[in-house]
């Protein structure tokens, strides 16, 4: 399993940005998918993820109604679409891939972590 983000970058507060994460050894539908960040001095923070199992998003509160998980199964391609920027938004941002159709976050606790990481882009947001 290979997972490699883009489209991090530096952008002001209330801007948008789109970032990908191009995969290979595995299928979306066999896989749970999903997006951490890490903020400066802090711990990993699960973002978003989906489960092919049962249809279920998830995003943090902090997230929720700005942040949108996507996919296209016929590229192998998964995105986060990132709107209404905070400041508080910065960080690292990882793609991640779980070995079973139901992720982890919102489900079986806050130590949960998946099994496959991308190497992360930045995300900073400026005010």
């Known amino acids: 399993v290979q997972l490699v983000e883009s489209g991090g970058g530096l952008v002001q507060a209330g801007g948008s940005l789109r970032l990908s994460c191009a995969t290979s050894g595995f299928t979306f539908d066999d896989y749970a998918i999903g997006w951490f960040r890490q903020a400066p001095g802090q711990g990993r923070e699960g973002v978003s993820c989906f489960s092919p199992g049962d249809g279920y998003t998830f995003y943090a509160n902090s997230v929720r109604g700005r942040f949108t998980i996507s996919s296209d199964n016929a590229k192998n391609l998964m995105f986060l679409q990132m709107n209404s920027l905070k400041v508080e938004d910065t960080g690292v941002y990882y793609c991640?891939?779980?070995?079973?159709?139901?992720?982890?976050?919102?489900?079986?606790?806050?130590?949960?972590?998946?099994?496959?990481w991308g190497q992360g882009t930045q995300v900073s947001v400026s005010s």
């Open positions: 991640t891939a779980t070995r079973t159709r139901f992720c982890g976050m919102g489900r079986y606790g806050d130590n949960w972590l998946p099994d496959y």
